[in-house]
């Protein structure tokens, strides 16, 4: 089966750095996502990571070490509309067919004025 | 059309009785995918497609939930005989690939809040 774990909640100040850990066990594992979901809204992609080392997208980067089974989400130069929930998902694959996604709990991050 | 869509948004059902959402991808999408999302956890799976093929319905929770494709658009996710405990956020996603790394940038519709009473 798979399992992921991530803090359930992290507050920050406003442009502060922010780090979301997220660590998993899984077979059949091929990437690691991150999604943003705002109160109400859908979950939208952020990054994913194929590969071990870090991938930048403007503020935000993400991390994998597939040898420890551990990522993580930066956030810099944090904003107020950076408050939302962020999730993790592992990406699992069979028959290179396309894959489903497996999300963890996610991880509740208040940025505060 | 421009993203995801879902119908309906909100649906009210009784106990008993069977209910079908719908789900409207982005236009060319190869792969869509259905999960079921409780408040303050993250999106379950339940079951993808790629085109019309359903490729994984591992995550159904039991043989009264189902879903097709038929035509490797639109896709119907119909539960039958409701329960309580059916009562959560249904939510589509879309990915223009099947297989990664499109499969890890899924586009999410808005979802329907079914309530089962």
């Known amino acids: 089966g798979q399992s992921l774990e991530q803090p359930s909640e992290v507050t920050a100040v406003e442009g502060a750095i922010v780090q979301i850990n997220c660590t998993y066990q899984t077979s059949g594992f091929y990437g690691l996502s991150w999604y943003q979901q705002h109160d109400g809204g859908a979950p939208t992609f952020l990054s994913y990571?194929?590969?071990?080392g870090l991938e930048e997208t403007g503020r935000f980067s993400s991390f994998l070490s597939r040898s420890d089974s551990y990522g993580y989400l930066l956030l810099q130069e944090l904003q107020m509309k950076d408050s939302a929930s962020y999730f993790c998902?592992?990406?699992?694959?069979?028959?290179?067919?396309?894959?489903?996604?497996?999300f963890g709990q996610g991880t509740e991050l208040s940025v505060k004025p | 059309g421009a993203g995801v869509s879902q119908s309906p948004r909100y649906k009210v059902t009784k106990r008993g009785q069977d209910v079908a959402l719908r789900c409207d991808p982005i236009?060319?999408?190869?792969?869509l995918y259905w999960y079921r999302q409780a408040l303050g956890q993250g999106p379950e799976f339940l079951t993808y497609?790629?085109?019309?093929?359903?490729?994984?319905k591992s995550g159904l929770p039991n043989d009264r939930f189902s879903a097709e494709r038929p035509e490797g658009s639109i896709s119907t996710l119909t539960i039958q005989r409701t329960e309580q405990r059916d009562s959560a956020m249904y939510r589509c996603a879309s990915s223009r690939e099947a297989g990664p790394p499109a499969s890890y940038e899924q586009y999410f519709g808005p979802g329907t809040r079914l309530t089962v009473t």
């Open positions: 990571n194929a590969l071990d």
């Open positions: 497609f790629n085109y019309e093929a359903q490729q994984d």
């Open positions: 998902a592992v990406s699992w694959v069979a028959n290179n067919q396309g894959g489903k996604l497996i």
């Open positions: 236009s060319g999408h190869v792969s």
